[in-house]
């Protein structure tokens, strides 16, 4: 029994203990640089003031224009050819001209490029050398599924002292990525490796999904078999636990047995990290939750007028919740007002949804479900609204929390049991992002560079290990 285990272990050492130098070498960069993205600030510093005198038609118009029968959202946005409505509907995106109805996706290189400029200027970014790359469906930074109702992407390269590099959404004329020259060159180094993210894999998401939990769950039964090993083959000499190796195997030995609960809790919980609802709910509301939370009492049932958006406005939403239309004004990135449409006018303003609505909503998803609470800073299950400084409110109906956003009624957490351990066997475990060391930022980071210095050691002790067994294979 334990030479097969041995043996096992010996040999599938032998195959991953290159990709565990690569997993801790890369999982240090990834603490300090992050896979690309366009953030919320980002986004809204391209943005420009709405003129509501070229917008024509009404948001019922738009969605009727839009073809989409279960659009939930409507966003008004200002682009470099004019205002342009935005549609969205659970699985569609469509932008609708507000001057006229037509089409407004983009189709030529020159409209995406002057949409890119007059995005990357308003950022204070320099657009002199902008230029567009190329139009197409994937590359190493939009693979992510965030992204396909987007695609295809035209790629801008500004050409800038930074390489910023911007990327707009033919579908809407948005730009909805952008990297720059560093973001790119420590991401190859980091995420695209850690992740095993080559373009051509990680764009068939469900080839890439399958290999990676496979490969996962092989490294975490050798690291398991490991330290069963490990264990048992310790020595008493004098009261004291000594290893019967010598040369790299007894580093090799002790390493592993110092960084055991820290290499077996990293290595499980990054093969959870492609759990994918195998194992762990996947924390998106059930058919039934999602019929009554998109549930609207139809566009057509909009007041007449258009509301007129306010004079400094960036970008207007309108949006049904709990069956009645609301509509936000986004004046600045910590900044909106929204409306509380009742019959044929607006007649009540704030500048979130109250606990009251947000106890209707949930109401409408589950049972038994209690007083809407403001979601702390400090949670154990933290999420932040879209709008910088409005609340997010926590709904706890029986088992079941949904977390809902103050700013525009969107769900961003539903957190049952099962989601709940998940935080906790995953996110804290590989991230170490338990509250006492999220609370001390310098001491976690610290901790997660040790901790990984310490695996690395351990896996270049295995390649040495290993290189020299398969030489001498080769050799005989």
Same mark, same amino acid.
């Given at each position: 029994?334990?030479?097969?285990?041995?043996?096992?272990?010996?040999?599938?050492?032998?195959?991953?203990?290159?990709?565990?130098?690569?997993?801790?070498?890369?999982?240090?960069?990834?603490? !300090?640089?992050? !896979?690309?993205?366009?953030?919320?600030?980002?986004?809204?510093?391209?943005?420009?003031?709405?003129?509501?005198?070229?917008?024509?038609?009404?948001?019922?118009?738009?969605?009727?224009?839009?073809?989409?029968?279960?659009?939930?959202?409507?966003?008004?946005?200002?682009?470099?050819?004019?205002?342009?409505?935005?549609?969205?509907?659970?699985?569609?995106?469509?932008?609708?001209?507000?001057?006229?109805?037509?089409?407004?996706?983009?189709?030529?290189?020159?409209?995406?490029?002057?949409?890119?400029?007059?995005?990357?200027?308003?950022?204070?970014?320099?657009?002199?050398?902008?230029?567009?790359?190329?139009?197409?469906?994937?590359?190493?930074?939009?693979?992510?599924?965030?992204?396909?109702?987007?695609?295809?992407?035209?790629?801008?390269?500004?050409?800038?002292?930074?390489?910023?590099?911007?990327?707009?959404?033919?579908?809407?004329?948005?730009?909805?990525?952008?990297?720059?020259?560093?973001?790119?060159?420590?991401?190859?180094?980091?995420?695209?490796?850690?992740?095993?993210?080559?373009?051509?894999?990680?764009?068939?998401?469900?080839?890439?999904?399958?290999?990676?939990?496979?490969?996962?769950?092989?490294?975490?039964?050798?690291?398991?078999?490991?330290?069963?090993?490990?264990?048992?083959?310790?020595?008493?000499?004098?009261?004291?636990?000594?290893?019967?190796?010598?040369?790299?195997?007894?580093?090799?030995?002790?390493?592993?047995?110092?960084?055991?609960? !820290?290499?077996?809790?990293?290595?499980?919980?990054?093969?959870?990290?492609?759990?994918?609802?195998?194992?762990?709910?996947?924390?998106?509301?059930?058919?039934?939750?999602?019929?009554?939370?998109?549930?609207?009492?139809?566009?057509?049932?909009?007041?007449?007028?258009?509301?007129?958006?306010?004079?400094?406005?960036?970008?207007?939403?309108?949006?049904?919740?709990?069956?009645?239309?609301?509509?936000?004004?986004?004046?600045?990135?910590?900044?909106?007002?929204?409306?509380?449409?009742?019959?044929?006018?607006?007649?009540?303003?704030?500048?979130?949804?109250?606990?009251?609505?947000?106890?209707?909503?949930?109401?409408?998803?589950?049972?038994?479900?209690?007083?809407?609470?403001?979601?702390?800073?400090?949670?154990?299950?933290?999420?932040?609204?879209?709008?910088?400084?409005?609340?997010?409110?926590?709904?706890?109906?029986?088992?079941?929390?949904?977390?809902?956003?103050?700013?525009?009624?969107?769900?961003?957490?539903?957190?049952?049991?099962?989601?709940?351990?998940?935080?906790?066997?995953?996110?804290?475990?590989?991230?170490?992002? !338990?509250?006492?060391?999220?609370?001390?930022?310098?001491?976690?980071?610290?901790?997660?560079?040790?901790?990984?210095?310490?695996?690395?050691?351990?896996?270049?002790?295995?390649?040495?290990?290993?290189?020299?067994?398969?030489?001498?294979?080769?050799?005989?």
């Amino acid at each position: 029994m334990m030479g097969g285990l041995v043996l096992l272990h010996r040999w599938l050492g032998v195959a991953f203990c290159l990709l565990f130098a690569m997993w801790f070498a890369t999982g240090i960069v990834m603490h !300090f640089v992050p !896979f690309p993205s366009l953030t919320e600030a980002e986004r809204f510093a391209g943005l420009a003031v709405v003129d509501s005198a070229r917008v024509v038609i009404d948001p019922p118009d738009a969605v009727r224009a839009s073809g989409i029968g279960d659009g939930a959202r409507v966003r008004l946005i200002q682009r470099s050819d004019g205002p342009v409505y935005v549609v969205s509907g659970p699985s569609q995106l469509r932008a609708i001209r507000a001057s006229d109805s037509a089409d407004a996706a983009v189709k030529s290189p020159d409209i995406a490029l002057a949409a890119a400029r007059d995005h990357a200027s308003r950022r204070g970014l320099d657009i002199s050398r902008a230029s567009v790359v190329e139009r197409a469906d994937y590359d190493q930074w939009s693979v992510p599924n965030g992204f396909d109702r987007h695609r295809p992407l035209f790629r801008v390269a500004l050409n800038d002292a930074a390489g910023t590099e911007v990327y707009l959404s033919s579908v809407t004329g948005e730009v909805v990525l952008d990297t720059t020259r560093r973001e790119r060159w420590w991401n190859l180094a980091g995420s695209v490796l850690h992740w095993i993210y080559p373009t051509m894999l990680r764009s068939n998401w469900s080839l890439w999904d399958r290999l990676v939990w496979a490969l996962s769950l092989l490294a975490l039964i050798s690291a398991a078999l490991g330290a069963v090993l490990g264990v048992a083959r310790l020595r008493v000499a004098r009261g004291v636990p000594v290893s019967p190796y010598r040369g790299w195997h007894a580093l090799h030995h002790v390493i592993g047995l110092l960084a055991t609960v !820290f290499v077996l809790t990293w290595i499980f919980s990054g093969w959870l990290s492609m759990d994918h609802g195998r194992l762990f709910s996947h924390g998106q509301l059930t058919k039934a939750e999602t019929d009554m939370a998109t549930a609207s009492p139809g566009w057509r049932m909009l007041p007449a007028n258009r509301m007129e958006p306010s004079p400094s406005v960036l970008e207007v939403e309108w949006f049904a919740f709990n069956e009645r239309f609301y509509r936000r004004d986004r004046i600045g990135l910590d900044r909106q007002i929204l409306f509380r449409a009742r019959g044929a006018e607006p007649d009540d303003r704030a500048g979130a949804l109250s606990p009251r609505e947000i106890e209707g909503f949930a109401a409408r998803l589950a049972t038994n479900c209690g007083e809407a609470s403001v979601l702390a800073a400090d949670d154990d299950y933290p999420v932040l609204s879209a709008t910088p400084g409005v609340p997010v409110y926590r709904s706890k109906c029986a088992e079941v929390w949904f977390d809902i956003d103050g700013a525009n009624g969107n769900l961003l957490q539903r957190l049952d049991r099962s989601r709940r351990a998940y935080r906790w066997l995953y996110r804290a475990l590989h991230t170490l992002d !338990f509250p006492i060391l999220a609370a001390h930022p310098k001491v976690r980071s610290s901790l997660i560079v040790g901790l990984c210095v310490l695996g690395l050691l351990f896996s270049i002790t295995g390649i040495v290990i290993g290189w020299r067994r398969l030489l001498r294979r080769c050799l005989c």
